[in-house]
């Protein structure tokens, strides 16, 4: 078990098996020393535990419960370049992370949303978990699901 995979099992997350692709492309491609995760959903045992839009109010998926959809989903990513590369030792740094929201118009916290991610890839990473990022609210994403989120890993041999 690698050390990323030990710091997880400590935080109580096990590396599920990559999410099965829902349309016509690849959960993760290597091409060179970058690693592009498609966009994860916060998939647990194929089933998404929530959907809708992010907000404050009745009917709307709560900030903090997206936040821990954005970690799943970050956790999902992590599955998705394990698939790749075959061990987590290898990635050298997460370099970019970038988070979709469906938000209500109203909502403005995308980046506290996203923080779920960003917050367990430091966690399981270390300093090469720090990362550059975007948080962006969208009207909807598929499959109703509140949030996606790539990732970009550099890795080495």
């Known amino acids: ?23 016509a492309y690849v959960p993760a491609l290597r091409h060179g ?9 916060p998939f647990v045992d194929g089933v998404l535990p929530a959907t809708g839009k992010v ?21 999902n990513a992590i599955a998705a370049v394990k698939s790749v590369v ?4 290898k990635v ?4 970019k992370v970038v988070g ?10 995308q ?8 917050e367990l890839l430091g ?3 270390g300093e090469a978990g720090v990362h550059a990022r975007s948080a962006v609210g969208v009207a909807v994403l598929p499959m109703d699901t509140p949030v996606e989120v790539e990732i970009t890993v550099a890795v080495r041999d």
């Open 1 to 23: 078990m690698s050390t990323v995979e030990q710091r997880l099992t400590e935080l109580g997350y096990t590396i599920p098996d990559v999410a099965a692709p829902v349309a």
């Open 33 to 41: 020393d970058l690693v592009f995760t498609s966009g994860q959903l």
């Open 55 to 75: 907000g404050e109010g009745e009917g709307l998926v709560a900030p903090a419960e997206a936040k821990k959809l954005a970690a799943l989903c970050a956790l």
């Open 86 to 89: 075959g061990d987590l030792e």
């Open 92 to 95: 050298a740094r997460v370099v």
């Open 100 to 109: 979709f929201v469906a938000s209500d118009p109203a909502f403005v916290g």
């Open 111 to 118: 980046p506290g949303v996203i923080n779920g991610a960003s």
């Open 123 to 125: 966690a399981a990473f």
